[in-house]
T-cell receptor, first 111, second 113 residues
Framework: SQQGEEDPQALSIQEGENATMNCSYK?????LQWYRQNSGRGLVHLIL?????REKHSGRLRVTLDTSKKSSSLLITASRAADTASYFC???????????FGKGTLLTVNP | SQTIHQWPATLVQPVGSPLSLECTVE??????LYWYRQAAGRGLQLLFY??????ISSEVPQNLSASRPQDRQFILSSKKLLLSDSGFYLC????????????FGNGTRLTVT
């Protein structure tokens, strides 16, 4: 079934730096979504990018989508300690019309 | 505004005991409802989803079952827990068509001893 794979699995940066996380997938998609999960909490939806879009912004977040490479990236600019969390990509595609999640990237932003 | 409530937050249960986790959504009607499980350091595994009262679809065969007795209530159950049922259980809802953003509860940490 369709499942995204995030890269890297873990990322540690200093406050103020930019953080980039990547997501690759296997089959065609309708849209791709990014979620954030603070430790021990539920996931929070960040941004949705449709298959006919190439780039989308929301505050300090920038998401790109390259359907030819079957990949997406999430950029967090000017990171803050409060951005420390796991970030997941999720998509629907192939024969499965349910949202499936990757294993996530654990981002640690050091003060 | 819409809210989702999930309880309990944590639960420790012995092997062989029953389980009931509850999830309710407020401020919306006829949502699609989901149960996911997350193992430590892993992604989310979809367990069940429901598009309406009494309509339950299972994604993987296992020791768990789900029910939707009311439009905005989703219950995850087991008659006899296994050690492998330990994990972080998340309820989520979406409004409208598939591919909409999911809204998650705060989860239940289940430890089977």
């Amino acid at each position: 079934s369709q499942q995204g794979e995030e890269d890297p699995q873990a990322l540690s940066i200093q406050e103020g730096e930019n953080a980039t996380m990547n997501c690759s997938y296997k089959t065609s998609i309708n849209n791709l979504q990014w979620y954030r999960q603070n430790s021990g909490r539920g996931l929070v939806h960040l941004i949705l990018i449709r298959s006919n879009e190439r780039e989308k912004h929301s505050g300090r977040l920038r998401v790109t989508l390259d359907t030819s490479k079957k990949s997406s990236s999430l950029l967090i600019t000017a990171s803050r300690a409060a951005d420390t969390a796991s970030y997941f990509c999720a998509m629907v595609g192939g024969s499965n019309y349910k949202l499936t999640f990757g294993k996530g990237t654990l981002l640690t932003v050091n003060p | 505004s819409q809210t989702i409530h999930q309880w309990p937050a944590t639960l420790v249960q012995p092997v062989g005991s029953p389980l009931s986790l509850e999830c309710t959504v407020e401020g919306t009607s006829n949502p699609n409802l989901y149960w996911y499980r997350q193992a430590a350091g892993r992604g989310l595994q979809l367990l069940f989803y429901s598009v309406g009262i009494g309509q339950i679809s299972s994604e993987v065969p296992q020791n768990l079952s789900a029910s939707r007795p009311q439009d905005r209530q989703f219950i995850l159950s087991s008659k006899k827990l296994l050690l492998s049922d330990s994990g972080f259980y998340l309820c989520a809802w979406e409004q409208g068509a598939y591919n909409s953003p999911l809204h998650f509860g705060n989860g239940t940490r289940l430890t089977v001893t």
